[in-house]
């Protein structure tokens, strides 16, 4: 049974680019969140989908947007990224959100690196 | 704003030393906790939560948790840590009326001295 796959696990830009992160979501889990976590922070959650639209959103810029496909994976894009963008980049999937306190379970990130 | 904090930030303690770590969370009314791990080169990976009933809460590799609400806090615990339990572990709960937003602690790192 896969679990949530990331990609890709490392990355490099410059000031202003754009970059695009993709997420697998565990197999029958149909929901993906994504979560920058800062040095020596917490992830701090950006925003959720579910059926192809974003649910739920935390206290980000419009440069972050995202994307659901048909078959629940998801990616993350950033634009006109800022040095304070650098960090690692979670995706976690989950089943019937609607739950609370449904388990996320969470893949092993991307490292974004903002020169 | 609703928030989960941590107390230590760091910790450092000898194999077979019992562990305790702090989390508390600021808000009332129905409550969903999480306990995840990081282990070194590893992703962040479910020890435990606790929906509801019995407020102690046992997790893999020997951990517990207890929820006291009155006290707002759900301590992660172990009675003797192995160096294999070096991590960064994280207190999380969803955010009040938003089910799908996991806030989380900062964090405590531990280490644990062969």
């Known amino acids: 049974d896969a679990g949530v796959t990331q990609s890709p696990t490392h990355l490099i830009k410059t000031r202003g680019q754009q970059v695009t992160l993709r997420c697998s979501p565990k197999?029958?889990?149909?929901?993906v969140s994504w979560y920058q976590q800062a040095l020596g922070q917490g992830p701090q959650f950006i925003f959720q989908?579910?059926?192809?639209?974003?649910?739920q959103r935390g206290n980000f810029p419009d440069r972050f947007s995202g994307h659901q496909f048909p078959n629940y994976s998801s990616e993350l894009n950033v634009n006109a990224l800022l040095l304070g963008d650098s960090a690692l980049y979670l995706c976690?999937?989950?089943?019937?959100?609607?739950?609370?306190?449904?388990?996320?379970?969470f893949g092993p990130g991307t490292r974004l690196l903002v020169l | 704003a609703q928030s989960v904090s941590q107390h230590n930030h760091h910790v450092i303690l000898s194999e077979a030393a019992s562990l305790e770590l702090g989390c508390n969370y600021s808000?009332?009314?129905?409550?969903?906790l999480f306990w995840y791990v990081q282990y070194p080169g590893q992703h962040l990976q479910l020890l435990l939560k606790?929906?509801?009933?019995?407020?102690l809460v046992k997790g893999i590799k020997g951990f517990e948790a207890e929820f006291i609400k009155s006290k707002f806090s759900f301590n992660l615990r172990k009675p003797s840590v192995q160096w294999s339990d070096t991590a960064e572990y994280f207190c999380a709960a969803p955010a009040t009326g938003n089910t799908g937003k996991l806030i989380f602690g900062q964090g405590t790192t531990l280490q644990v001295k062969p």
């Open positions: 989908y579910y059926e192809e639209e974003e649910r």
């Open positions: 808000y009332g009314g129905t409550v969903n």
């Open positions: 976690a999937s989950s089943l019937a959100t609607r739950a609370i306190g449904e388990t996320q379970y």
């Open positions: 606790y929906f509801s009933g019995d407020p």
């Open positions: 197999s029958g889990h149909d929901t």
